[in-house]
């Protein structure tokens, strides 16, 4: 079974902070993903990656930066956390689409309080 | 424009009745279609998925969904509900615009006793 781990599962952080959220993933895929989940606005992406070092602005970048280093694990970055930040983080990652699309794979969220 | 429509916010059913999520999507050709389900406080997981061959898809924990081309829809549905399909579901669609992966905005599915 694929295994998408979010470091924390809660997170109480201070507006100004830097805050970095944590995903690794143990199945190898190519293509990673950082979404913030808000009620009543669904999932919004905020990047994707396909490879190391690779990344891609999602819907909503401002105010967020991502790394990737090595191939499991992909981090999110707020420059300087804000109470609008507050919200359910969830990483996502999905196989190469080799003549199909692949299904993503999720970890169980961050829960991420600003004050 | 939004190229994934949930139909409905919220959905009530009686444990053991017939649950029916729907979902429409807009595309010219056939997209690769998942359905998702997310408990409280966890991630998404995996129902189902549709991926051009058959049309009736059977899924995890006694869901299954049918691709209608000609309604452009991929309604999910169990014959029975129990109380512990209380949760968020999500249809998702690929291949709409581009190669991206587009949410539909979810239904809470509650179960009543």
């Known amino acids: 079974d694929v295994k998408v781990t979010q470091s924390s599962r809660y997170l109480v952080k201070r507006t100004g902070e830097k805050v970095f959220l944590e995903c690794v993933q143990d199945m190898d895929h190519e293509n990673m993903f950082w979404y913030r989940q808000d009620p009543g606005l669904g999932l919004r992406l905020i990047y994707f990656s396909y490879d190391v070092k690779m990344k891609e602005k999602g819907d909503i970048p401002e105010g967020y930066s991502v790394s990737r280093e090595k191939k499991e694990r992909f981090s999110l970055i707020l420059e300087s956390a804000s109470t609008n930040q507050t919200s359910m983080y969830l990483c996502?990652?999905?196989?190469?689409?080799?003549?199909?699309?692949?299904?993503?794979?999720f970890g169980d969220g961050t829960r991420l309080s600003i004050l | 424009a939004q190229s994934v429509t949930q139909l409905d916010s919220h959905v009530s059913v009686s444990e053991g009745t017939p649950v029916l999520l729907r979902c429409n999507y807009s595309?010219?050709?056939?997209?690769?279609l998942f359905w998702y389900v997310q408990h409280p406080n966890k991630g998404l997981q995996l129902l189902l998925k549709?991926?051009?061959?058959?049309?009736l898809v059977k899924g995890i924990n006694g869901f299954e969904a049918e691709f209608k081309k000609s309604e452009t829809s991929f309604h999910l549905t169990k014959p029975s509900a129990h109380m512990s399909d209380a949760a968020e579901y999500f249809c998702?669609?690929?291949?709409?615009?581009?190669?991206?992966?587009?949410f539909g905005k979810g239904t809470r599915l509650h179960i009543l006793p």
């Open positions: 549709y991926t051009s061959a058959a049309t």
């Open positions: 595309s010219s050709y056939s997209p690769s």
């Open positions: 998702v669609v690929r291949g709409v615009r581009d190669d991206k992966i587009i």
């Open positions: 996502a990652s999905h196989n190469r689409d080799r003549g199909q699309y692949q299904p993503q794979h």
